[in-house]
């Protein structure tokens, strides 16, 4: 445990130094001229208008943290001679994975944080008034954030940079579109194996389900029990992903 | 205290038309405590593939290594320091922090102070400038990120050291002193050393055995 937390301090502030916060800004400034520009080009500009634009923002800052560092935390550590390093001290592989893995999992729960800060805080200087439970939209939004990064992390326990990022990337189109992909497939005349596969695919990846904008956000006890269900489902794909990680990455020559 | 017996490993290239590339055929030495030896050979015999199973960064396909008379676990890497070739690891760290995160490591109980102590002691000894302390190795030269890297060897506990070329992109003086440092340590007679080498001149060690290695195959 005292090597998963002293790797983790060592990878974040690699990934500090590494300028992964400035994503944050980046996006910040996005999520401002996205905004400003919904403002300008809508009749009736509304909250719902603004905060959507936010949350879309939000989506993606999490999304390239998870993608980009995500992958690259890894394919440096191999080719930069970090694991090599570490391992010689008597470090176990998987101890440098999970610890990789917290650390961006630090670095996004920062960069959600602040994000969250600065955008009620913009909404409250433009008048609107405070998230409230509109917060749960943020919290299913980051849930899919670690699971992207398991995901990441999963590739780039066996594929250079390059091809981990494709995969993920793939992986996450897949996760977005499984499920619409299998209700198109209901009443087609098509075989058993492309329903089967589908089916598969839209229960166990249907990464569509962190996307609960539709849901009666006043119903309290609704909230709780989607949340539940949500975090048991993203700690669930985050566990298997990073088994089958950790099982291929103790397994790769370090060259 | 190192014992490694019959290592084998084949490299192969291709998916479905396998070709073979290189093995590692049968290596097997002993390296008793205080002990000090030198593996030699031309580029691409095998040397740095010996070394990088025994610190468990390749997995080989048959023979095993006893540390201690135990066979060699993940664990007992701890007591093995080991000083890589041309791999300058965490470049956006300075020396400091790179020293310091070794120790957290390496040490169990060390408060912050012990720390910093140990760090300026091992940084002095290694003979880089006070100013550069704080700079992010990727900004020093490769002597200097050499120097920090054979800091941190000073300031390991191990029982035994592999150190690949140890001594390449170091100035003379401080190749001196690492030198003495280690026929200092040999004389203590609590440490091993095993050496991957293509100079001559570090034979002025006095190795207690010479392991030449030709196409994957000690002579």
């Known amino acids: ?255 | 205290m190192l014992l490694v017996k019959n290592l084998t490993k084949h490299f192969q290239i291709g998916f479905i038309r396998k070709k073979h590339v290189f093995s590692l055929d049968g290596v097997s030495f002993f390296l008793k405590k205080g002990e000090l030896a030198h593996l030699v050979g031309a580029n691409g015999s095998g040397k740095s593939t010996t070394l990088k199973i025994i610190m468990g960064l390749m997995k080989q396909d048959a023979g095993e290594i006893f540390f201690e008379e135990k066979l060699l676990t993940e664990k007992d890497r701890k007591n093995i320091a080991y000083l890589p070739e041309k791999i300058y690891p965490f470049l956006s760290l300075t020396p400091e922090e790179y020293l310091s995160f070794f120790l957290s490591y390496s040490r169990a109980f060390l408060g912050k102070k012990n720390f910093a102590k140990e760090i300026k002691y091992s940084l002095l000894w290694a003979e880089l400038q006070k100013e550069r302390w704080q700079i992010p190795l990727k900004f020093l030269s490769k002597g200097s990120r050499k120097k920090v890297l054979w800091a941190e060897v000073f300031l390991s506990q191990a029982k035994l050291f592999i150190l690949d070329e140890p001594f390449c992109d170091l100035d003379e003086s401080f190749r001196l002193k690492t030198l003495s440092w280690i026929e200092q340590k040999r004389k203590e007679k609590e440490s091993s050393f095993l050496l991957c080498t293509h100079y001559r001149e570090e034979f002025f060690l006095n190795p207690s055995q010479v392991l030449f290695i030709e196409n994957g195959r000690l002579k």
Do not use: P
């Not at chain 1, 790797?7 to 905004?35: N, P, Q, T, Y």
């Not at chain 1, 650390?103 to 996004?108: E, I, S």
């Not at chain 1, 990846?205 to 119903?219: A, K």
């Open chain 1, 1 to 255: 445990m005292k090597n998963i937390s002293v790797v983790a301090r060592e990878i974040f502030l690699l990934l500090k130094r590494d300028g992964v916060f400035f994503v944050f800004f980046l996006f910040c400034f996005f999520s401002l001229f996205f905004s400003n520009l919904a403002v300008s080009s809508s009749l009736n500009f509304s909250k719902k208008l603004f905060f959507d634009v936010g949350l879309f923002c939000y989506h993606f800052l999490g999304l390239f943290v998870a993608f980009f560092w995500g992958n690259k935390i890894l394919s440096d550590s191999f080719a930069g001679g970090s694991l090599a390093c570490r391992l010689s001290l008597g470090i176990c592989r998987r101890e440098f994975f999970l610890g990789a893995f917290f650390a961006l999992c630090m670095v996004q729960l920062l960069v959600g944080f602040f994000y969250i800060i600065l955008w009620q805080g913009v909404m409250h200087f433009l008048g609107f008034s405070w998230l409230g439970k509109a917060l749960f939209l943020f919290y299913s939004q980051t849930l899919l954030w670690f699971v992207l990064a398991a995901v990441s992390f999963f590739w780039s326990s066996f594929l250079s940079f390059n091809f981990s990022l494709l995969g993920s990337l793939l992986v996450w189109f897949l996760g977005m579109t499984s499920k619409a992909s299998f209700e198109a497939l209901q009443g087609e005349d098509v075989n058993i194996v492309s329903r089967g596969l589908s089916f598969f695919l839209s229960s166990f990846w249907d990464l569509s389900v962190f996307n609960i904008q539709y849901f009666d956000l006043s119903d309290h006890k609704l909230l709780i029990s989607i949340g539940a269900r949500l975090f048991l489902q993203a700690a669930s794909i985050v566990f298997v992903f990073l088994s089958l990680g950790v099982f291929l990455f103790q397994r790769r020559d370090i060259g």
